[in-house]
């Protein structure tokens, strides 16, 4: 079992910077493909961004490919997402999500947290 808490989230303005912190607790952090995602209002959630367990793979969403930078740290237990270059689409509630495989993360996670929102002001 994963428990997940993001933090991070804020009021940003377009151009602007945040970095998203996805806490995770459970012994099987350090076997966990992570991932984030967003839901606009009004709008499906979408894949954001995934990470190996070993941090050594990573794939973007074309959307924010060049701008935002996804990361972990097994030690602490914590994914986190850099989001650089901020637009006012960037505007969500983002979530982290957990799954035993790197290849099913960006599709059909396992662990979801709470999310945590990002607000970009033109």
């Known amino acids: 079992q994963v428990q997940l808490v993001e933090s991070g989230g804020g009021l940003v303005q377009a151009g602007g910077s945040l970095r998203l912190s996805c806490a995770a607790s459970?012994?099987?952090?350090?076997?966990?493909?992570m991932g984030w995602f967003r839901q606009a209002p009004g709008k499906e959630r979408e894949f954001v961004a995934r990470?190996?367990?070993?941090?050594?793979?990573?794939y973007y969403a074309d959307s924010v490919k060049g701008r935002f930078t996804i990361s972990r740290d097994n030690a602490k237990n914590t994914v986190y997402l850099q989001m650089n270059s901020l637009k006012v689409e960037d505007a969500a509630v983002y979530y982290c999500?957990?799954?035993?495989?790197?290849?099913?993360?960006?599709?059909?996670?396992?662990?979801w947290g709470q999310g945590t929102q990002v607000t970009v002001s033109s």
């Open positions: 990470i190996s367990w070993s941090g050594t793979i990573t």
């Open positions: 459970g012994r099987t952090f350090g076997t966990q493909a």
């Open positions: 999500a957990a799954a035993a495989q790197y290849s099913v993360v960006a599709n059909n996670p396992t662990y």
